[in-house]
């Protein structure tokens, strides 16, 4: 299947004659084959009436048809398997490991979604019956249900190819819940979102669907962006990135004449909390285990610990000596494109600005071409972290701040001070539940995900999952967005009060009736 450069708008590859744009290949710096066309206006407004023109007969639609269609995206992911690893590799330079991984996330997502959506246990029904004799006033048949927003628009993800951008769990969940989408393709890997959306497009044909309920629209500027999320026809936006980005998504919906909601994953340093007696009885393996979850995918992923809190000490001393031996292991890596890499560079000269900061960690430094960088670990103590909040700003990339704390009582201060995050974890023995109670107490006011004795990377995709929390990680620390119960994101409930059997939405009609020949 050869790369066309042009967007996927219906059931139609769209020509553009406007400018155009190429992708890069991080690992080399060299431009990637195929130009592809930027959009904007004109295709969001394309895009977006045949969205909502084909919505009422998607939404429509049972749950058992939803489930093919999924089923069929995922088959139709795999058949492009090879083709999807080989180009995704050239545009991110991730190891083909990671991303075999990272796609069979994305089908295991399809797939949760397409086994969801055929009963409809997801909506959260609710029946209330009649009491027409009750006294001093007869009460009324009320009956609850879900019903889908309308065409979201999804943002697609950078450090996420696959399983957060076009055919990834926002497009899965969305789908699923009976809303068309319009993808904006991320301009780092254009190529790979073009392979995704063509299975999408493909599966919507064979399943027979309305054409309107797929688009992708690929583009390198901010104006496409604004584009989607001004639209009127656009119910429900979603975006994995910067937390400026997302801000500036959310302004955007907010000042709308009809505003709509943004689903926004942006910043967290997912804080570590090590107390005494954990890390006396296990330094050597906390080390190494930190290591790892701060220099996994060049430390691009969104639940990187950027914090660690530790009582200092001998033990702590040690600690950060098995880390530093650990990162200078660690040759220099590409980040996903340059714009990232600079980014990084940017936010870590800032931090070592601060006052009382050390730089332990940092080994070598890559041309400002390359998208190299190497790990960086970085010691402060816990008087100058609470008067500098710049300290507690996510650093998308390979690097993370250990505070020392005087003692325990500072360790709850410090835990009080922290902004929203996605996660938090706390290590502890059995003899330290007392402390590790009053910590969780103050983290779960802070974070989506609380964890206990582990690190915060690895995101479990399944129904008790929540990939959210408080502002500044989400807009929305209601929602999640990986797991089944995402697509609650997509829905809104309704009441029907007094219908009749016949009027009913099916899954609210008695079923007595429904048995009747």
């Known amino acids: 299947m050869l790369l066309t450069g042009q967007h996927l708008i219906s059931d139609r590859i769209l020509v553009s004659n406007k400018e155009i744009f190429r992708a890069v290949n991080p690992a080399t710096g060299k431009l990637l084959t195929c130009e592809f066309a930027e959009g904007g206006s004109e295709e969001v407004e394309m895009a977006a009436n045949l969205a909502e023109r084909d919505f009422d007969l998607f939404r429509q639609t049972s749950g058992r048809k939803r489930c093919e269609l999924l089923e069929a995206i995922a088959n139709e992911l795999l058949v492009l398997k090879d083709l999807i690893i080989e180009r995704a590799n050239l545009e991110t330079g991730l190891p083909v490991p990671r991303l075999e991984g990272e796609l069979g996330r994305t089908v295991n997502q399809l797939r949760m979604f397409s086994q969801l959506v055929v009963a409809d246990d997801y909506k959260l029904m609710r029946i209330d019956q009649a009491i027409p004799d009750r006294q001093p006033l007869p009460k009324p048949d009320l009956r609850l249900t879900q019903i889908p927003l309308g065409p979201v628009a999804i943002f697609g993800a950078s450090n996420f190819p696959l399983a957060f951008s076009v055919a990834g769990g926002d497009t899965a969940s969305a789908l699923a819940a009976g809303c068309p989408v319009i993808v904006k393709g991320h301009p780092a890997h254009p190529g790979t979102s073009e392979l995704a959306g063509r299975a999408i497009q493909l599966a919507v044909q064979k399943i027979g669907l309305p054409d309107g309920i797929f688009s992708l629209i690929q583009g390198s500027g901010h104006d496409l962006g604004s584009a989607l999320v001004r639209h009127p026809q656009i119910k429900a936006v979603t975006f ?188 502890a023995t059995g003899v330290e539940d007392i402390i590790c109670r009053q910590l969780f107490s103050i983290l779960e006011k802070k974070a989506g995900r609380l964890i206990l004795n582990d690190f915060p990377t690895g995101v479990e995709v399944c129904s008790a999952m929540n990939h959210g929390g408080p502002y500044p990680a989400t807009t929305d620390s209601r929602f999640t967005s990986v797991g089944s119960t995402a697509i609650n994101r997509f829905l809104r409930p309704v009441c029907y009060q007094n219908f009749n059997n016949a009027l009913l939405p099916q899954e609210l009609r008695d079923e007595q009736e429904l048995n009747k020949p």
């Open 240 to 427: 994995t990135g910067s937390q400026a980005g997302g801000r500036v998504l959310f302004d955007l919906a907010a000042a709308r004449p009809d505003p709509i909601p943004v689903f926004a994953e942006m910043g967290s340093v997912n804080p570590v909390f090590v107390l005494p007696q954990a890390l006396k009885k296990n330094h050597q393996l906390l080390a190494e285990k930190y290591t790892e979850a701060l220099t996994l995918g060049v430390g691009q992923f969104c639940t990187k610990p950027g914090l660690l809190f530790a009582v200092k000490g001998e033990e702590l001393d040690d600690f950060v000596q098995v880390v530093e031996k650990h990162l200078h292991r660690i040759r220099p890596l590409p980040m996903l494109h340059l714009g990232i890499k600079q980014n990084f560079n940017h936010k870590l000269k800032k931090i070592k600005l601060l006052q009382g900061i050390n730089c332990v960690g940092e080994h070598g430094s890559s041309a400002d071409e390359s998208c190299d960088v190497s790990p960086a670990l970085l010691l402060l103590s816990a008087a100058d972290f609470l008067h500098q909040p710049s300290a507690c700003e996510e650093m998308f990339g390979p690097s993370s701040i250990v505070v020392e704390c005087e003692s325990q009582d500072q360790m709850l201060n410090m835990a009080k001070s922290l902004p929203g995050q996605l996660s938090a974890t706390v290590h």
